[in-house]
């Protein structure tokens, strides 16, 4: 077997591609990794079975509420807040909200702490977008 024959066709991976974005799948994958993460069950693969269906059920009962607790935002501001101060750096909010996957064009939204977020407002942000960002998924 050559090595060309292990390469997978650019057209095949594109229709991969269009049908991964199409149905937002790797938005809900990364939902329920970053629970996975966060959390550290003993079973993971029961974890994520059960995430699926909680989402499942969700999108049921029209709930769209975040799938992360206050406990699990406020272990993630602490961890991001290096330097233990009341407020969270700008720099760091926009660096979360990467890793939670929200939307680009709330970063628009964060410039009104510029000067840093404190725990309960953090909490509150992330929340209300990670609830949004739930909704799209699942409508």
């Not at 990794?33 to 959390?39: H, N």
């Not at 069950?41 to 059920?57: A, C, G, T």
């Not at 961890?79 to 233990?84: I, R």
Request: overall charge negative; aromatic content about 8%.
């Amino acid at each position: 077997m050559s090595k060309k024959d292990n390469l997978i066709d650019p057209r095949t991976l594109e229709k991969a591609h269009n049908y991964v974005e199409k149905h937002q799948v790797d938005a809900l994958m990364q939902i329920c990794f970053q629970s996975l993460i966060l959390e550290q069950p003993e079973n993971p693969r029961q974890f994520l079975v059960d995430k699926l269906n909680e989402l499942i059920l969700k999108r049921e009962q029209g709930d769209y509420t975040s799938m992360f607790s206050e406990e699990n935002l406020e272990v993630y501001f602490n961890a991001a807040n290096l330097l233990h101060s009341e407020r969270l750096p700008h720099s760091s909010l926009v660096n979360i909200i990467e890793d939670f996957g929200i939307s680009p064009e709330v970063k628009e939204e964060i410039d009104e702490y510029a000067d840093g977020i404190t725990k309960e407002e953090f909490i509150t942000f992330i929340k209300a977008k990670l609830s949004q960002q739930i909704k799209n998924i699942l409508v």
